[in-house]
């Protein structure tokens, strides 16, 4: 199954973009050994309406636009499930095994996700209740994809 990110806000060139990098390079190189494929990372700039629910119409549109036919749509959002990492692990696992070939993890612009994106997602999760800046957050969840596939594949990365 092949994973994308997809961000509203571009990541500079600085130690947040290189630390993501890295944790995305990591599970590009250890995925395809448990069916696991890094796709891309599609940034978007942040909608410049002047309206809150019109930016987020805006972006959710621009994230329809990328998501391939049939994707799985996982969102992340401070209201949605917090998972601990092997139960990360299992959700992504799940999908891929009931042979979804297409996965997109959404970080929404700074007024949040477009409550329409909420009806067409497959998951909702939080990664805590604190609230996170997002150069931050695409470091978090790039961390917890090539911390899934060591989870998965049995690797002594996760300890518990």
């Known amino acids: 199954m092949r994973i994308g990110l997809f961000a509203v806000g571009r990541l ?21 050994a448990v069916s696991l494929e890094f796709s891309r990372v599609t940034e978007v700039n942040e909608s410049r309406a002047s309206a809150a629910d019109t930016r987020k119409r805006e972006e959710a549109g621009l994230l329809d636009k990328s998501l391939p036919e049939g994707s ?9 499930k917090a998972l601990d990492s092997p139960a990360f692990a299992n959700l992504i696992g799940k999908f891929r095994d009931q042979g979804k070939r297409e996965m997109m993890i959404a970080i929404g612009g700074a007024d949040g996700l477009d409550p329409a994106l909420y009806d067409r997602a497959d998951a909702v999760i939080n990664l805590g209740s604190m609230t996170w800046p997002h ?22 990365y996760h300890r518990v």
Do not use: N
């Not at 630390?19 to 990591?26: G, T």
């Not at 799985?72 to 949605?80: H, T």
């Not at 695409?138 to 049995?154: P, W």
């Open 135 to 156: 150069q931050l957050v695409r470091i978090l969840i790039a961390e917890q994809l090539y911390r899934a596939v060591t989870i998965l594949s049995g690797h002594p």
């Open 72 to 80: 799985v749509l996982i969102l992340l959002d401070e209201r949605g």
């Open 12 to 32: 500079k060139a600085g130690p947040e973009k290189e630390l993501a990098s890295r944790y995305l390079d990591r599970f590009a190189k250890a995925g395809p």
